[in-house]
């Protein structure tokens, strides 16, 4: 599971919808795995917005991932500012290839993947066991 | 033509040899690449986009989102849920792109809201008309269901869900489930012949 799912997931029990500690879930004994991808520019722009960041940086803490910066960044982050390198910031619109924030953060949302695992929810403390990639998300009818 | 939804719960169903047949028979991959290329038509996705596929079985719609050419709005980035562990085997067994969860869609889908740009199923969302314990009516299943799809979804964002009712009386409690979450749930059958697809549109504003 992508850590870009991860920043989407909560807790599915009914009683955790309205508390705020639902999510994140929490990773617990997580194997990590890269997994490569091609880079989607267009999809990380559109997805900027919707992460949430503050989530984003407790998790890749949690996961012992070198610490986000404070700030979520901005979609103009995203493009190389100078598009031919030379470092004098003109030619901006001519390559604007994606920058290196972008090429991080494909590798962190797209590539970094949670093998296997749980997630745990810190509202109620269920664990959701992660194997394969595949969170099972199955409540015993009690539970929903 | 008996029903495999009024004999078996989903995941007793779809087990291995099923999942396997299901996932490998040329005829059902045609079909379903056809209803997702029609569900992609009516969603009219323009950049890509981050999609929920509700009821995803082994991913055959999945490959179909992943590799949708940047001329055409792709490539889409999808999270799959299923209940059905051995139709999510044969899903990872073809290596697709997408996440996958063991999920039942009756139980909710657990996303913060305005997690995806759009949603789509198919053929899947008819079994919530049968209620799998004694429990548990498929009413309140389909309304837990369609009220935290609607929730998942952004503004604007739309569902498009292709489903086999059995009868007038499934066809209706769906939509109305689906009109009751917020949902402008329009049914558009493709096939008025066979009356075997049905596509209610969906979209949220
Ligand atoms: C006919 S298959 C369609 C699979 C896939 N959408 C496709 O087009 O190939 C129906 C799928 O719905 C799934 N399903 C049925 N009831 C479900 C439920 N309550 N929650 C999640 N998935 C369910 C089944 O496990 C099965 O994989």
Known sequence: MKLLTLNFLTCARKSCKSSPAAFPLHPKDAELEQVETEMNAVFLRNILPRLEWEAMRSITTELGLPNLPAETPASEDLVEKDGNGDGDGKDDEAAAGPSQIARDLHALLMETCIASGKLVCGNCGHEYAVKEGIANFLLPSHMV | ?205
């Open chain 2, 1 to 205: 033509m008996s029903r495999p939804e009024d004999n078996l719960p989903p995941d007793l169903f779809y087990n291995d040899v099923e999942s396997r047949k299901y996932t490998t028979s040329s005829r059902i991959r045609n079909i379903q690449a056809d209803m997702t290329h029609r569900a992609l038509e009516l969603l009219d996705l323009r950049e890509p986009s981050f999609i929920l596929d509700v009821g995803c079985g082994s991913g055959l719609s999945g490959e179909i989102l992943s590799n949708v050419e940047p001329e055409e709005g792709g490539p889409h980035t999808w999270v799959g849920m299923d209940i059905s562990s051995s139709m999510l085997a044969q899903a990872l067994e073809r290596d697709v792109e997408g996440d996958m969860l063991l999920a039942d869609i009756g139980q909710g889908v657990p996303f913060r809201p305005g997690s995806f740009d759009a949603a789509i199923s198919i053929s899947a969302i008819q079994w919530l008309c049968n209620a799998e314990t004694s429990d548990v009516s498929p009413e309140s299943r389909l309304k837990r269901f369609f009220d935290s799809l609607y929730a998942s979804l952004k503004r604007g964002g739309k569902a498009v869900c292709q489903f086999y009712p059995k009868n007038a009386q499934q066809r209706s409690m769906i939509s109305n489930a689906a009109i009751k979450a917020g949902f402008g749930a329009g049914i558009l059958e493709d096939d008025p012949e066979t009356k075997s697809v049905k596509l209610p549109k969906s979209m949220k504003s």
